[in-house]
């Protein structure tokens, strides 16, 4: 591993390399005990590094603003905090965030909204809020995607918002559920990449029958994801699926969600993937069944779509690690495998087909870092790596971007999922 205390060392000299650190600690042990004002406060560049407590302060979502930032949860599991949203005016910013649940409640119904800028997401959770009584609304997306964004998700779950069902007593109809990525706007410039993970359309509403008729329908699924204008998208690994349709009284249940739902033509490259339909609802009095949604709907004219043959190929690393602290990598491809491991502070979009992935480095790039051969039978690695000291203060931070190329057995080389990671000084 000499060699890759040597990159971390390399890339840790690079010009803007390093960014500022401001620890958000609800005990008070940080620099702010809440995550909105360690926002408002930061920098362009500045890593925000989150200590286990409670973050939901009911006052609406958290406006990065003009910034490109890292929020990093330094704990196990995930730190739950307000959903965001990613706007900025100025082109070029990015948000990397890692092991995160981001809550969406009455003043925030979206998880996050991105628009005009890149989010890479790692080990994190969106749900959109279900519809609620007081306004007899729909759900909301998980996930909401405007024009000139790339939004790259890492073994992340996303769930669209439910529906509400309907009731006989008042004679409301079942509302709508929503998609769990949900792109508005000219999609010509959207690119979405789900690596890992789970994405799943909102449960259609289930009608009881209407006061006046008894004879009513279930309201559809949601979509996984949703692009009416079309876009491109990358899956790998990942289940993406449709909400099941509500169940109906009579007049039927509904219709399953599509998978993934083109509006207009896009491109669909998938590798490993289960897409699929919602099942469609029942009716508990003898109505029709629900159609089970399509896989991948187009409704606009046809898509380009090419699935890539073979295993995915998944790289993960530790969210926050201090200087002389451990590193660790996770790997799950084939037995046998040789991968060649690249480091780039800087972020890059480079669809290879011949190699099956998205290449996601910039410049400055280092590399490679020779990883294994895999030995294990189930195509599982785990490694564990000290990260050596790099002259860091308490106010330092390292984002490392990383990607394998895979060389297997048989067969050309391949490419690994992305994996961000964040270093600090060992006093954090």
Same mark, same amino acid.
């Given at each position: 591993m000499k060699r890759l205390s040597l990159s971390l060392a390399l890339l840790a000299t690079a010009p803007l390399a390093r960014a500022d650190v401001l620890v958000v600690d609800a005990a008070g042990g940080g620099d702010f005990t809440?995550?909105?004002?360690?926002?408002?406060?930061?920098?362009?560049?500045?890593?925000?590094?989150?200590?286990?407590?409670?973050?939901?302060?009911s006052q609406g979502p958290i406006a990065t603003g003009d910034r490109s930032l890292v929020i990093a949860y330094a704990g196990p599991g995930q730190a739950v905090v307000e959903p965001l949203q990613v706007l900025p005016t100025t082109a070029g910013k990015r948000v990397v965030l890692r092991n995160l649940d981001l809550h969406a409640n009455d003043f925030a119904g979206i998880s996050l909204q991105v628009q005009g800028a890149e989010v890479h997401a790692e080990g994190c959770s969106f749900a959109g809020l279900s519809g609620d009584f007081?306004?007899?609304?729909?759900?909301?997306?998980?996930?909401?995607?405007?024009?000139?964004?790339?939004?790259?998700?890492?073994?992340?779950?996303?769930?669209?918002?439910?529906?509400?069902?309907?009731?006989?007593?008042?004679?409301?109809?079942?509302?709508?559920?929503?998609?769990?990525?949900?792109?508005?706007?000219?999609?010509?410039?959207?690119? $979405?990449? /789900?690596? =890992?993970?789970? #994405?799943? %359309? +909102?449960? !259609? &509403?289930?009608?009881? *029958?209407?006061?006046?008729?008894?004879?009513?329908?279930?309201?559809?699924?949601?979509?996984?994801?949703?692009?009416?204008?079309?876009?491109? $998208?990358? /899956?790998? =690994?990942?289940? #993406?699926? %449709? +909400?099941? !349709? &509500?169940?109906?009284? *009579?007049?039927?249940?509904?219709?399953?969600?599509?998978?993934?739902?083109?509006?207009?033509?896009?491109?669909?490259?998938?590798?490993?993937?289960?897409?699929a339909g919602g099942a469609g609802g029942a009716d508990g009095v003898g109505g029709p069944t629900g159609a089970a949604g399509q896989a991948i709907q187009q409704s606009g004219g046809p898509s380009t779509v090419v699935a890539f043959a073979g295993d995915d190929r998944s790289l993960g690393s530790s969210a926050v690690t201090p200087e002389g602290g451990s590193l660790q990598y996770a790997y799950a491809g084939v037995q046998g495998d040789l991968l060649g491991l690249f480091l780039s502070t800087a972020s890059g979009a480079t669809l290879l087909p011949g190699k099956q992935g998205i290449f996601s480095l910039g410049a400055p790039l280092v590399g490679p870092v020779l990883l294994g051969p895999v030995t294990e039978g189930d195509g599982t690695l785990a490694l564990a790596f000290t990260v050596p000291n790099l002259g860091f203060g308490p106010e330092d931070a390292l984002l490392v971007n990383q990607q394998a190329f895979v060389k297997p057995v048989g067969g050309a080389t391949l490419l690994s999922s992305p994996t961000a990671a964040v270093f600090v000084d060992d006093s954090l």
């Open positions: 809440s995550l909105r004002a360690a926002v408002t406060a930061s920098a362009d560049g500045d890593t925000l590094l989150i200590e286990p407590g409670f973050y939901l302060d007081v306004s007899w609304g729909s759900g909301n997306p998980g996930i909401w995607v405007g024009p000139s964004t790339r939004l790259v998700l890492k073994d992340c779950s996303t769930e669209g918002g439910h529906a509400l069902p309907g009731f006989d007593i008042s004679g409301y109809d079942p509302t709508f559920p929503a998609a769990a990525i949900q792109v508005n706007g000219i999609a010509s410039a959207v690119a $979405i990449e /789900i690596h =890992g993970g789970t #994405v799943q %359309g +909102g449960f !259609g &509403g289930n009608d009881d *029958g209407s006061f006046l008729s008894f004879s009513t329908k279930g309201t559809p699924g949601g979509p996984g994801v949703l692009m009416p204008n079309g876009g491109s $998208i990358f /899956i790998a =690994g990942a289940s #993406v699926s %449709g +909400g099941p !349709g &509500g169940s109906g009284s *009579g007049g039927g249940g509904g219709a399953g969600g599509p998978g993934v739902s083109f509006g207009q033509p896009g491109v669909l490259h998938h590798l490993d993937a289960a897409i």
